[in-house]
């Protein structure tokens, strides 16, 4: 097995076990030559074979799912002292300076310790913090004794580290100019920023603070090498300091930038997501955001139903393609293979199996019944939506109505609520819990979830008339789901990953999709959905229109712990024009070039 600088002896063994483990993972029974099943002992109260392949899979799963829920556990705890620096590679930067620093104390290392002594040498990951707090604050006094006039502050001015008031202002990149842009945080004087660098100095010589500092990849040609900084959880002064400065232009004088530690995957932890088949639906649910769908003969139902399902799934951490069927390798090259240009889905083989038990094709059609019937006809599995509506009369417990695996809740408006201007999904779900005084509720756990919304109500005249009141449907919404036989149940929190809008009346009306996508408020444009319509490709949004609103005739829900939602890549095609670059790009070059070598305060271990 080929080793990686970035794994520790932990990660490579863990990789190696599950790469190890992951052909099992894709058998659907064990496969033994004949002459070994017979010779094997019968045991007639044993499993079969093909049962102890199937619960050494979910074993298996079950393992990889724990290992990745640690890890992202692990990834969010790191957000809390734990910095990325992104060190530039110029001469005069502190990279080259930190290399030498560690050479130096591997050579004093290497030298026999005086037994007289009993001083211990400094970890390497403190002393090379110790020489990043001092050469910042030598640059920092380095700075300060400047007059308007020298070429230092001139540079560190003309490039934005540092305004003419003498402040450091806080920067942050943009996707949308491809650039650092100033952010409206309050700046830092540099006096202040001297009192900064005095503190961090003084805290850096506490060897217990630093747990790690090292390269996140080995030293190549890039221009930038991000280094992982993580300090003890005890050291609050310290998280205190950084969190204060991270994004701050006063790194630019040390040739790198500092920022908080994200909450993505470990490279460990993504090589395990692929062994165990979890990351089956990344580059499907890429595609099916870039998928434009054609509409020839009104069959806009038909694309919301196949967009908001095929979404749902695509939501789940742990999808694979075995859950959408036989046909699910259809289904994923209409996702991978059709990009360029619109495709109509009566096209693909399976669907028109589908179409041909469906009844008055070419007319207006309901995009739940349809959702329905393609989930049962093309026998998905990994989502039942069976439920009962029971009673409790005694001691007893009589179930009144149910549904089945495949068919999605009905969700009415209470008479009461036509009174206001707008319904929550929340209170609609628990009105339909406790409809009649008795008890709905799902009868097995799911990780997803389908509703429809009934939009039809009664006038006061006693006509039926369309109901345009919005459903409110953010955040969490509790779901019910009975807890064994009698009529106790548990609510369990989901979220709205899809959604389906029918425009117009039920003979002349338009069906639209929103599908959720990981929120993105500093991007230009912001997002949280993808907007969807026939012929054209999804547009991120960042609110719902109004019109959506109230027109939501259906909810795919997902559960909270198993939801996996899409992050748009920065290179999504964007519509609008993008903005000028006003100042020009930071650069370390001019900058670090004005601090000669030589003249950088050394840092001695104490």
């Not at 400094?122 to 006039?149: F, M, S, Y």
């Not at 010589?205 to 630093?210: A, G, L, N, S, W």
């Not at 109004?546 to 992050?567: A, E, N, V």
Request: aromatic share 8%; charged share 20%.
């Amino acid at each position: 097995m080929e080793t990686n600088a970035e794994y520790t002896a932990e990660d490579t063994e863990m990789l190696e076990t599950f790469r190890q483990m992951g052909p099992l993972l894709a058998q659907e029974r064990y496969s033994r030559p004949d002459a070994a099943r017979e010779n094997k002992k019968h045991k007639p109260n044993g499993a079969s074979p093909a049962e102890q392949g199937g619960d050494t899979m979910q074993l298996l799963r079950a393992m990889g799912q724990l290992l990745l829920r640690v890890d992202a556990e692990q990834q969010a705890l790191k957000r809390q002292d734990s910095w990325i620096c992104f060190m530039q590679t110029e001469p005069q930067a502190l990279l080259p300076s930190l290399i030498q620093k560690a050479a130096e104390w591997r050579q004093q290392k290497n030298v026999k310790e005086d037994p007289t002594t009993d001083t211990q040498p400094l970890p390497l990951r403190c002393h090379l913090t110790q020489h990043l707090g001092e050469t910042l604050l030598h640059r920092l006094h380095r700075l300060a004794d400047c007059k308007e006039t020298d070429q230092l502050k001139v540079v560190a001015i003309k490039h934005g580290l540092l305004t003419p008031d003498n402040t450091f202002p806080f920067q942050k990149w943009s996707h949308h100019t491809q650039g650092l842009r100033t952010t409206s945080q309050a700046p830092i004087t540099l006096q202040r920023m001297i009192k900064y660098g005095e503190q961090l100095q003084d805290i850096l010589r506490d060897p217990q603070v630093t747990i790690r500092f090292h390269s996140m990849k080995p030293m190549a040609e890039d221009k930038i090498i991000p280094w992982l900084w993580q300090i003890s959880m005890r050291a609050d002064d310290l998280q205190v300091l950084l969190t204060t400065l991270q994004g701050s232009t006063v790194w630019g004088l040390l040739g790198m930038s500092l920022k908080p530690h994200s909450l993505g995957q470990s490279r460990p932890a993504q090589h395990l997501q692929e062994l165990l088949g979890k990351g089956q639906g990344k580059h499907s649910k890429k595609g099916l955001a870039a998928l434009r769908l054609a509409n020839t003969s009104n069959g806009c139902f038909l694309n919301a139903s196949f967009l908001s399902t095929l979404w749902a799934y695509l939501s789940v951490d742990l999808f694979s393609l075995e859950q959408w069927g036989p046909h699910s390798t259809q289904l994923a090259n209409i996702l991978l293979k059709h990009e360029a240009e619109p495709i109509d889905l009566c096209s693909i083989p399976c669907f028109s199996l589908l179409l041909d038990q469906w009844q008055d094709f070419g007319r207006q059609g309901d995009p739940v019944e349809f959702l329905a019937h393609m989930m049962r006809g093309l026998q998905f599995t990994g989502v039942n939506l069976s439920w009962e509506k029971r009673v409790q009369v005694g001691v007893q417990t009589h179930t009144v109505d149910e549904g089945d695996a495949f068919m999605p809740i009905l969700l009415q408006f209470d008479p009461a609520m036509l009174q206001d201007n707008h319904v929550t999904l929340r209170q609609m779900i628990r009105d339909w819990s406790s409809q009649d005084g008795m008890v709905a509720a799902f009868t097995n756990s799911t990780a997803l979830v389908c509703c429809q919304i009934d939009r039809h109500v009664r006038s006061g005249k006693g006509a039926i008339t369309k109901c345009d009141i919005p459903v409110n449907f953010h955040w969490g919404v509790e779901i019910p789901f009975f807890d064994g036989e009698g009529v106790q149940i548990n609510w369990q929190t989901y979220k709205v990953v899809a959604a389906v809008a029918h425009l117009g009346t039920d003979n002349a009306g338009h069906c639209r999709t929103m599908l959720k996508i990981q929120m993105n408020a500093t991007a230009s444009p912001p997002h949280m959905f993808l907007l969807t319509d026939d012929w054209e490709r999804p547009e991120p949004i960042w609110k719902e229109p109004s019109w959506f609103h109230r027109s939501i005739t259906c909810f795919w829900l997902c559960d909270c712990d198993r939801m996996d939602l899409m992050h748009l890549p920065e290179d999504w095609p964007i519509t609008q024009p993008r903005a000028t670059l006003t100042t020009p790009p930071v650069s370390a070059a001019d900058l670090l070039k004005l601090f000669v070598p030589g003249t950088e305060v050394e840092a001695t271990p104490e």
